[in-house]
């Protein structure tokens, strides 16, 4: 019985909104650290973000083509701490144990950031294949 109290007390406390604006950006903050830290496809993403950014500014695209950039390149980030939350989310539920509906959910948020990770690809290429062309 004492268990289920603790579990009550705990579940209010994480019902609790901050009405300190800086705590919460803290708290955010430390979610996108947990990622950067926990995750090697954020680690390779965020490579892959700062490759583009550089080669952006090498070939001199435009203003509205790096607008584009920064906006994929967030899109693809965003889902991935997305993936990230939600596996933690499966895996606390399911602790060790086989589930095909956790399968489903941790397979499709996986999917999520492939598709991303896909169309960034595809502007990554509209952006840059004219302006690489135009150096040969």
């Known amino acids: ?3 289920k109290i603790n579990y009550s007390e705990n579940r209010k406390e994480s019902y609790k ?3 300190n ?7 955010a ?10 995750s ?12 583009s950014l550089i080669t952006a500014f090498l070939l001199n695209i435009s203003i509205s083509n790096y607008f584009i950039l920064i906006a994929t390149i967030m899109s ?19 602790k060790k144990e086989f589930n095909s509906l956790a ?4 397979d499709t948020s996986a999917g999520a950031v492939l ?15 004219p302006k690489i062309k135009l150096l040969f």
């Open 1 to 3: 019985m004492q268990k």
């Open 76 to 94: 693809v980030l965003i889902l991935e701490i997305l993936n990230t939350s939600i596996e933690s989310i499966v895996d606390l539920l399911v």
């Open 40 to 51: 090697r496809n954020f680690k390779i993403q965020l490579v892959f973000a700062l490759t």
């Open 115 to 129: 598709l991303a990770s896909m169309n960034s690809v595809i502007i990554a290429l509209y952006i840059f294949v």
């Open 17 to 19: 909104t901050s009405k």
């Open 21 to 27: 604006v800086l705590k919460s950006f803290k708290h």
């Open 103 to 106: 399968k489903i959910s941790k």
């Open 29 to 38: 903050f430390n979610g996108i650290y947990y990622v950067f830290k926990t």
